[in-house]
């Protein structure tokens, strides 16, 4: 039974712990939280979480590209995990878990927020 259990708790981990999404200084200089290698997985608690919200300088200008804030702008709601539109918002990397209107990155914690986690 314990070997079942090991092998079911292995088979939950991501496929790979990302580090890249965790450099601590991230574009133009802004500081992400650190997030050590044990918490990164959003199933461990981390009760002293606090991700740097960091938007870039070109998105704030709003550009026909980017998203507007789904944080602020509550009334829209796009269809992750789905086509929306024009828009795919399927991730290659498993099932978007939705908070406050914003996907969470499904490989874990990365110390930085705004349009995913």
Do not use: C
């Not at 079911?8 to 496929?15: A, Y």
């Not at 965790?22 to 979480?49: A, H, L």
């Not at 796009?78 to 878990?97: C, H, I, L, M």
Request: proline fraction near 7%.
């Amino acid at each position: 039974m314990q070997r079942a259990a090991t092998i079911i708790k292995h088979l939950m981990k991501p496929r790979f712990l990302h580090t890249k999404a965790r450099v601590i200084e991230y574009q133009g200089g802004s500081k992400r939280t650190e997030v050590s290698d044990d918490k990164v997985d959003w199933n461990v608690e981390f009760p002293d979480y606090k991700p740097v919200d960091y938007t870039a300088a070109v998105v704030l200008t709003k550009p026909v590209w980017a998203d507007p804030d789904f944080r602020t702008e509550k009334d829209l709601k796009p269809q992750y995990n789905a086509v929306d539109g024009k828009v795919d918002r399927r991730s290659f990397e498993g099932t978007y878990q939705i908070e406050n209107n914003v996907p969470k990155n499904p490989l874990g914690r990365t110390g930085n927020f705004n349009t995913s986690h």
